[in-house]
């Protein structure tokens, strides 16, 4: 499976941004795919989820209302829509796909990487 990353940007604080993640290859085997951010100093931390089979969605509270995960079956992708963002919203923004087990807001459960874009939200 390969991911490709991309939509982030330098925007002002209140502004959106759409982040988008092509997939390519065997989608097929796994189960979900999610987003997850890193600050500098910081460790990868969960921001959105959703499953392929449609029963879950999850977002970290941090983004909850602002944030929405969603998929283009057409296209592919895996789009990030942010509303509202905020300075502590910077951060490098990476999308994930999940194997087929461990939990839905850890790294550890996430097999395949994109390679990351940049979101810088200025005060």
């Known amino acids: 499976v390969q991911l490709q990353a991309s939509g982030g940007g330098l925007v002002q604080a209140g502004d959106s941004l759409r982040l988008s993640c092509a997939a390519s290859?065997?989608?097929?085997?796994?189960?979900?795919m999610g987003w997850f951010r890193q600050s500098p100093g910081k460790g990868r931390e969960f921001v959105a989820v959703f499953s392929w089979s449609g029963i879950n969605t999850f977002y970290a509270e941090s983004v909850k209302g602002r944030f929405t995960i969603s998929r283009d079956d057409a296209k592919n992708t895996v789009y990030l829509q942010m509303n509202s963002l905020k300075p502590e919203d910077s951060a490098v923004y990476y999308c994930?796909?999940?194997?087929?087990?461990?939990?839905?807001?850890?790294?550890?459960?996430?097999?395949?990487w994109g390679q990351g874009t940049q979101v810088t939200v200025s005060s």
């Open positions: 290859g065997r989608t097929f085997s796994t189960s979900a």
């Open positions: 994930a796909a999940r194997g087929n087990t461990g939990n839905f807001f850890s790294t550890d459960a996430y097999r395949y």
